[in-house]
T-cell receptor
Framework: GNSVTQMEGPVTLSEEAFLTINCTYT??????LFWYVQYPGEGLQLLLK???ADDKGSNKGFEATYRKETTSFHLEKGSVQVSDSAVYFC??????????WGAGTKLIIKP | NAGVMQNPRHLVRRRGQEARLRCSPM?????VYWYRQLPEEGLKFMVY????????ESGMPKERFSAEFPKEGPSILRIQQVVRGDSAAYFC?????????????FGPGTRLTVT
């Protein structure tokens, strides 16, 4: 069946460091892929998405590229800020339009 | 345009009681999804509804759980005779359509604690 695996947290970085949060998936066909972010005490917000192979989603300095050959959708940011501290979820949309989620990665950015 | 509203934000129930979780979708959205997040786990799909119809309930436990989205009013997720294992965060999302072209907008969640 479909599944999403993302790196365990928490990930702790200093401000201005480079960020990578790994995400790999297992799916039949070519699902759309998403990154959602959950700030403390808030609901989930769509951060970026990619709907086909080699697409790059980007938003707020974050990027992720849909890699069919490695079945990956790693999240990257060149220079993180304290305000990026949150929980990040990788997800795919299956053929029934359900979102299948990774377990989430907590990111802590220290000033 | 107000976002997706969920209430209550926190709900405490004793074992055997009923829990009712409400979700008001964004204005103009007729598609509602419910997800459950158990402690230390990712979200799991529960049910997808459109107005007055359950479209996909493949993620709902067979017993004690039910959901509705009436013509008027919020969507309701109802859990009867709650048990400790029902303690989780329950998230509702809404969208104007279905498929990857339509973003699902999430509410802040209801955190259910069963004592």
């Amino acid at each position: 069946g479909n599944s999403v695996t993302q790196m365990e947290g928490p990930v702790t970085l200093s401000e201005e460091a480079f960020l990578t949060i790994n995400c790999t998936y297992t799916a039949t066909g070519y699902p759309s892929l998403f990154w959602y972010v959950q700030y403390p005490g808030e609901g989930l917000q769509l951060l970026l998405k990619a709907t086909k192979a080699d697409d790059k989603g980007s938003n707020k300095g974050f990027e992720a590229t849909y890699r069919k050959e490695t079945t990956s959708f790693h999240l990257e940011k060149g220079s993180v800020q304290v305000s990026d501290s949150a929980v990040y979820f990788c997800a795919l949309m299956d053929s029934n339009y359900q979102l299948i989620w990774g377990a989430g990665t907590k990111l802590i950015i220290k000033p | 345009n107000a976002g997706v509203m969920q209430n209550p934000r926190h709900l405490v129930r004793r074992r055997g009681q009923e829990a009712r979780l409400r979700c008001s979708p964004m204005k103009g959205h007729s598609h509602v999804y419910w997800y459950r997040q158990l402690p230390e786990e990712g979200l799991k799909f529960m049910v997808y509804l459109q107005k007055e119809n359950i479209i996909d309930e493949s993620g709902m436990p067979k017993e004690r759980f039910s959901a509705e989205f009436p013509k008027e009013g919020p969507s309701i997720l109802r859990i009867q005779q709650v048990v400790r294992g029902d303690s989780a965060a329950y998230f509702c999302a809404s969208s104007p359509g279905t498929g990857s072209l339509y973003e699902q907008y999430f509410g802040p969640g209801t955190r259910l604690t069963v004592t």
